[in-house]
């Protein structure tokens, strides 16, 4: 009982934005064993070398140098599942030089060889989807099938990069005199500080670390401490596939000491962040000093747009999916629904219909589609957004509290009348909360939708093609989705405008965020 309370105070300490999480004595200082069913759980694994609990630095499995070390829980039982190095300013350190020492052979390599070994990567993941979703899983909750679904997502990145890496063209640019020959070289930026969070424990490490490596470039990795396993095993993989030591390394622990480590070296080139908005603005402010390039991908407040004249069952299906994905944890996950007056009653009894039917419970369970929210803190947000919103006006359509599970399980909820003041509409709910504000016009749901500071993904449901454009343009977002709830690919490019972001990932665009431009004039030719 005492764990669980000091384990909420602290996380709501890291929620007022100070992230002192990390020094929660309940996860640091202990030595909890692991308990028996989380050693089932581990069980379950068909190749057990792939729990890894050590940092890798240098190709080397490392641990902290003072021994210290932060609990990975399973955040629907509270099992402890392993316990990792709490790393800081030295560990980090000693992989930055890992990275800086290997850059200069991997980048020289040829695009073939580096194909090669990602490729090999990319069967390796493959081959092992099984247990890295068990991993997922159990670090981070999502139902299994859904963490199936996001080993082949993250796979595909390390897929489409291993191809792109042999498309990284120059230019050839017609000179302003005979006598002159003007080249424009693309090569690797250097070092690469990567950090990642919770919601995607693999996704969003290969979506970086795939084209990072593709053109060259070396990696630190510091995944979320709420998941490090499924990033540690996949770092595992990589050595197995023949990345060289050193050029993929993963810390975690203290991550404000590990991000001004990588922050203040010279060596580090470039910091790709996807994460909270207030900490990727401290990431942006601590680049300057030594100027890095930066790549962010921070916070969304995405707008579902539900108009009239929209297919009911596609706008129930789509905004079902656009919302409850990974427990409503997700930066594209639709926080605002906005629904036309005409089709307002008949689109709520729909998507009550299909959120009734939602299964929640541990993720290893099978047929559940909810699994539990990350931590006790997540859950806490979640009430506050509702009680913020009901004292407001807004009704509780469906659920509006905690599951009878207990823990950090919150009901699928459904707020009807929920309108543009409340907490709910202008912040991330981060949870499987669907607030739907009824709106009279297209030019309303447009001002309403780009009312925020936040412009990552918005959806529109609608069967007019007219609409779909001139909606779609209007919208200060970087990703659109019409008529689909689901778009993430590795073939288009993701990410956002306003404050939720700088630069894309994935696509043939993800690779210009880790390469620099060179300029090369070579004259008097005709000398
Ligand atoms: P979330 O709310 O999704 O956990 P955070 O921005 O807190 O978002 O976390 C995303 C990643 O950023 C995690 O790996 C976390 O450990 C890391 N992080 C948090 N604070 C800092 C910091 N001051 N410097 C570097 N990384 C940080």
Redesign the pocket.
């Known amino acids: 009982m005492q764990r669980v309370a000091l384990h909420a105070a602290m996380q709501r300490v890291a929620l007022q934005g100070r ?1 002192l999480l990390s020094f929660s004595p309940s996860r640091f200082l202990s030595s909890h064993h692991m308990s028996t069913d989380a050693q089932a759980a581990i069980a379950r694994l068909r190749d057990s070398g792939l729990l890894k609990s050590k940092g890798l630095v240098g190709g080397k499995w490392v641990d902290s140098y003072d021994g210290k070390t932060v609990q990975v829980q399973n955040p629907a039982t509270g099992d402890v599942i392993a316990n990792v190095p709490c790393m800081g300013k030295r560990e980090t350190d000693d992989a930055i030089s890992s990275a800086y020492n290997t850059f200069y052979s991997w980048s020289k390599r040829t695009a073939s060889e580096r194909s090669k070994c990602l490729r090999k990567w990319y069967d390796l993941i493959v081959s092992h989807k099984e247990d890295l979703a068990l991993l997922i899983t159990l670090e981070q909750g999502k139902p299994l099938k859904e963490a199936l679904g996001e080993v082949s997502y993250g796979a595909a990145f390390i897929e489409f990069f291993a191809e792109e890496a042999k498309r990284i063209y120059g230019d050839i640019i017609p000179p302003t005199s005979s006598d002159r020959r003007l080249f424009v070289l693309k090569q690797p930026v250097g070092v690469v500080g990567a ?5 995607f424990p693999l996704a969003m490490i290969t979506r970086k670390v795939g084209p990072a490596l593709a053109c060259g470039c070396t990696v630190i990795v ?4 709420y998941t490090p396993l499924t990033a540690l095993a996949a770092a595992d993989l990589a050595l197995q596939a023949g990345i060289p030591p050193g050029a993929l390394n993963v810390v975690m622990g203290n ?2 000491d ?2 001004d480590s990588l922050l203040q070296s010279t060596q580090v080139r470039k910091i790709t ?4 908005t ?2 990727g603005k ?2 942006m402010a601590g680049s300057a000093n030594t100027v890095k390039k930066v790549s962010l991908e921070l916070g969304g407040n995405a707008p579902c747009i539900v108009f009239d004249d929209a297919d009911l069952d596609v706008a129930v299906k789509g905004s079902l999916a656009a919302k409850f994905r990974n427990s409503g944890q997700t930066c594209v996950c639709a926080n605002r629904i906005l629904v036309q007056e005409g089709i307002y009653d008949e689109f709520a009894n729909a998507l009550t219909k299909a959120v009734q039917n939602l299964q929640v419970g541990n993720g290893l369970v099978e047929g559940v589609v909810q699994g539990p929210l990350i931590n006790e803190a997540a859950v806490e947000k979640v009430e506050k957004f509702v009680n913020d919103a009901t004292s407001k006006g807004a009704n509780v359509i469906l659920g509006g509290k905690r599951h009878s599970l207990g823990m950090t399980f919150y009901e699928p909820t459904i707020l009807g009348n929920v309108n543009s003041e409340m907490l709910v509409s202008r912040e991330e709910v981060f949870g499987p909360v669907a607030p739907l504000l009824p709106f009279k016009t297209e030019e309303e749901a447009i001002k309403i939708a780009n009312d925020t500071n936040a412009g990552l993904a918005a959806y529109i449901f609608t069967k007019s093609i007219p609409r779909s454009w001139r909606v779609s343009e209007a919208l200060e977002y970087g990703l659109v989705g019409v008529n689909e709830g689901l778009i993430s690919t590795e073939v288009a490019p993701f990410g956002g405008a306003k404050q939720s972001g700088l630069g894309r990932e994935g696509s043939k665009y993800g690779i210009d965020e880790y390469l620099e431009l060179k300029y090369v004039c070579m004259g008097n030719l005709e000398a």
């Open positions: 992230h950090i990642t969070p919770w919601n510091k995944p979320s401490e991550a404000p590990i991000g962040f996807t994460g909270s207030a900490v401290k990431l």
